[in-house]
């Protein structure tokens, strides 16, 4: 079954890395931008067109990160979420369960018994802890820590470096900012914002 990116921005390349190392080529990427071909010179992937252009006999995963924009995508993408994407680096336990179109990055780790939806991101080095479910289109990003038993809503984005600590609910499309820590519910559509920057 042929395997296309939906996205051919910056988080598409990372996936784009991720279908390789695990051992599938792509045959495109499809985005409604003009986007620089160069991105993907050298990988053998081809720039095929727009959503619309994907063959409905194909799978595919989102090549963007942002939660909200991959929800406004979905319904347009002519086939069905690709098998999940597991980086060979990363720690999945036989228990996890891992929705249709699921990325693990490199040296992620997902604990036992966790549940992962449709369309979970989880970035490079992230970690999922046991019981964990995180609902569709959650985006981890890189370095975050998600507690055990920890309940993460629908689309909600975990922002780099951020900590959830054990038992915590985090509502739907929630916003958590880089470097928070959680340590108690956080109500739909609310932001919890990290250590302020300079």
Known sequence: MELYIIGGGGHGSEVADLALRCGITPAGIADDRSVRSTRFDGRGIPLTGTIVDVPPDARFTFGVGMSDVRQKLAPRV???PAAPLVDPSAVVSSTAVLGLGTQVFWHASVSPLSVL?????????????????LEDMVCVLPG???????VVGEGTTVGMGALILRGVRIGA????GAG?????PVDPGSSVVGPLQR
């Open 78 to 80: 002519p086939c069905a």
């Open 117 to 133: 939806g449709q369309h979970v991101l989880v970035g490079h080095g992230a970690a999922i802890g046991h019981d964990a479910v």
């Open 144 to 150: 975050a820590r998600i507690g055990g038993d920890v």
């Open 173 to 176: 499309h929630a916003h958590i």
């Open 180 to 184: 928070a820590v959680v340590t108690r």
